[in-house]
């Protein structure tokens, strides 16, 4: 269902991942690694889910981490979209 609204698949996956694990902060290797991307595609996206807001950069040493941040205007309703979709293909998938 979130697909017909998120058409990158990598965004998706980025978004399915910072929304439902709040607390989550990672570098872009090591997210692209985690959700079985490329690392350019990632980069690429976590740097226009910045320029919106959606997740704050941190430098810790050489490496910029991406986290959530929970202040996006849109943040709780992603969530609640991203949450809803996981628990309808869930109940889906147990039929």
Request: glycine residues 6%; charged residues 30%; hydrophobic residues 40%.
């Given at each position: 269902?979130?697909?017909?609204f998120?058409?990158?698949?990598?965004r998706?996956?980025?978004?399915v991942?910072?929304?439902?694990?709040?607390?989550?902060?990672?570098?872009?290797?090591?997210?692209a690694?985690?959700?079985?991307?490329d690392p350019?595609n990632?980069?690429?996206?976590?740097k226009?889910?910045?320029?919106?807001?959606?997740?704050?950069?941190q430098?810790?040493g050489?490496?910029k981490v991406?986290?959530?941040?929970?202040?996006?205007?849109?943040?709780r309703?992603l969530?609640g979209?991203v949450?809803?979709s996981?628990?309808?293909?869930?109940?889906?998938?147990?039929?």
């Amino acid at each position: 269902m979130l697909d017909l609204f998120i058409t990158s698949k990598t965004r998706r996956k980025i978004i399915v991942m910072y929304t439902k694990y709040p607390d989550f902060r990672m570098h872009v290797r090591g997210l692209a690694k985690l959700i079985k991307e490329d690392p350019g595609n990632v980069q690429r996206e976590l740097k226009r889910l910045a320029e919106v807001g959606f997740v704050k950069v941190q430098m810790e040493g050489n490496a910029k981490v991406f986290a959530a941040n929970p202040k996006f205007l849109l943040y709780r309703e992603l969530q609640g979209l991203v949450l809803k979709s996981q628990a309808k293909r869930s109940t889906r998938n147990a039929i």
